[in-house]
């Protein structure tokens, strides 16, 4: 009785939470913070990533490892995922139209991907916010791609977005399932890149990684990246882009506007 009752208390706070996330979505509770991605090589500001945060009225701000893993159980990822890009897109415009040409890149969940009218919607919101199409970077998980999805990675590559698989991991993936996709950029994860310090078999992998990424034509993306150490072993086997607190944490909008402002985008200072 008492494993039953239990049960149900888990049950009713499940449930309980995602209202939770459906008031959140309708009230705007959900917000985007954006962390720049630097050339590594000439210190230059050429994109930022789109994070979602949650501004609970209660907790205060939470991190997506609180309440993404919900969102996907209940489905609601998908909404609040369509209502990311379009928030992420309509900033983007609105940089560009100050003058700022850097990408800004957007993670998709697997639920978000498989919805039948995806495509369709990635066009539209390119359309409604005026941003460029190859400006625009689709990040996904690697499970994401599993199964038989080239076609719909084709319908998004001839929109022209560029096409991102997050947290790659040298050593338990091959570039070889990635070179029949239409993808162009692949982001280091940033377990891997905390190893490069200390792990020689760590940069011998990343050396590999970047020959194979030469020859595809795939753009190396470092994530996480903590400090100088790291960075110049990057540099170092010619990882050309990062991001991490090294250089910036990640800000709202209006914070990278007044370091937009501040900077010349080609100024070689980091954030």
Not at 44 to 55: P, T
Request: hydrophobic content about 45%.
């Amino acid at each position: 009785m008492a494993h039953k009752s239990e049960s149900s208390g888990e049950l009713a706070k499940s449930v309980d939470f995602t209202g939770e996330l459906t008031r959140a979505l309708e009230d705007e509770q959900f917000f985007l913070v954006y962390q720049p991605e630097i050339d590594l090589r000439s210190n230059a500001f050429v994109g930022v990533e789109a994070l979602i945060r949650w501004r609970h009225p209660q907790r205060g701000v939470l991190s997506p490892d609180e309440f993404v893993p919900d969102l996907e159980s209940s489905g609601l990822i998908v909404a609040v995922g369509r209502w990311a890009l379009a928030t992420a897109c309509a900033q983007g415009a609105e940089w560009h139209d100050k003058g700022f040409r850097f990408t800004v890149s957007v993670n998709i969940s697997a639920l978000q991907f498989a919805w039948s009218d995806f495509v369709n919607e990635v066009e539209e919101v390119l359309i409604s916010s005026r941003f460029p199409a190859g400006l625009l970077v689709l990040e996904f998980a690697q499970r994401t791609l599993a199964g038989d999805i080239t076609d719909r990675l084709n319908d998004l590559a001839e929109l022209g977005v560029r096409l991102s698989i997050d947290d790659f991991e040298p050593g338990q993936s091959l570039l070889s399932d990635i070179e029949v996709l239409p993808i162009t950029i692949v982001k280091l994860d940033r377990h891997f890149v905390a190893t490069l310090s200390d792990s020689p078999a760590g940069s011998e992998l990343v050396h590999s990684l970047v020959d194979v990424a030469k020859k595809s034509k795939l753009q190396i993306v470092a994530s996480g990246i903590e400090d100088a150490e790291q960075r110049k072993r990057l540099q170092l086997e010619e990882v050309g882009v990062g991001q991490g607190f090294l250089f910036s944490k990640p800000h709202e909008a209006a914070d990278i506007d007044r370091y937009l402002e501040d900077f010349s985008i080609f100024s070689g200072k980091p954030l």
